[in-house]
């Protein structure tokens, strides 16, 4: 279904309405939607009414033209007033990469609408001021290219270090294609990783249950993850076992069961 938040016609889906179960959203990552956790919707069904929301400009989401408008204090706000008004709080918050770094955003914004947070590949920011200029200067770069040719972006993307040990499936491939250029451009300039503020200081902050999601073969996020751990209290890091980034995708029958028993644990 379509709503509109905050002037912004938002496209979100619930798969389910149980009142005995608790809710659970999804945030996906950079130029995805809501469709890249059609592998997981099905397995978790049992235990949690799934919510897919498609993030701001990308999917079925309207965009803005404005970079400033994707920013991570009015993302807060629109994924805020979305929960508030559409669903029955407090909820889990699931976020993969650039949903995660949502997720963990709206959750120290507004702690009382989440019991649980899972963090699948996140991160907490950049911590060294000129490794945020020389990432900020990347993505503009990359803005740049989005706009001037796209299909090019998506080829060198996809081909980044990043997500070697990732396959890439024709769906993925699909949702990537049919993004609005622009909006994306817009994505990485008002919310890219060396724009969102670093917030390593504040994970002390966070109150709710959390679980962190890595998979074995991306040394990086897990390196960055296990930093996570230490800053929130009361968080678990669960390393996946020959998976790569995108953990939901390469190993879905494990994350559900993650996912199950952690809010299994930490169910109000």
Not at 164 to 177: G, K, Y
Not at 196 to 221: A, H, Q, W, Y
């Amino acid at each position: 279904m379509s709503i509109q938040i905050r002037g912004i016609k938002y496209h979100f889906q619930i798969h389910q309405d149980n009142p005995a179960f608790p809710v659970l959203v999804f945030l996906h990552g950079f130029m995805g939607s809501g469709r890249i956790f059609d592998p997981l919707i099905p397995k978790v069904t049992s235990f949690c009414n799934p919510v897919t929301i498609d993030l701001l400009g990308h999917g079925k989401t309207e965009g803005a033209e404005l970079h400033y408008r994707f920013s991570t204090k009015e993302q807060v706000a629109d994924i805020v007033k979305l929960i508030q008004e559409q669903l029955s709080s407090p909820v889990f918050l699931y976020g993969y990469s650039m949903g995660a770094r949502l997720a963990l955003n709206v959750t120290l914004h507004r702690p009382d609408l989440a019991q649980g947070l899972i963090l699948e590949s996140g991160t907490f920011g950049i911590e060294v001021e000129a490794e945020r200029q020389a990432r900020q200067a990347l993505d503009a770069s990359r803005a740049d290219q989005i706009i001037s040719n796209y299909p090019e972006f998506l080829n060198q993307w996809s081909a980044l270090d990043l997500f070697r040990h990732d396959s890439q499936s024709m769906e993925l491939t699909s949702i990537q294609r049919d993004q609005n250029p622009f909006w994306m451009a817009n994505s990485l300039l008002g919310f890219g990783t060396g724009t969102m503020p670093c917030l390593k200081n504040r994970l002390p902050e966070i109150v709710s249950p959390t679980l962190l999601l890595t998979g074995e073969l991306d040394s990086k996020f897990t390196r960055i993850n296990q930093a996570i751990k230490k800053g929130i209290e009361h968080s678990e890091l669960a390393i996946i076992p020959k998976s790569g980034h995108r953990v939901h995708a390469n190993a879905p029958m494990e994350t559900a069961n993650l996912i199950h028993h952690f809010i299994e644990t930490h169910q109000l």
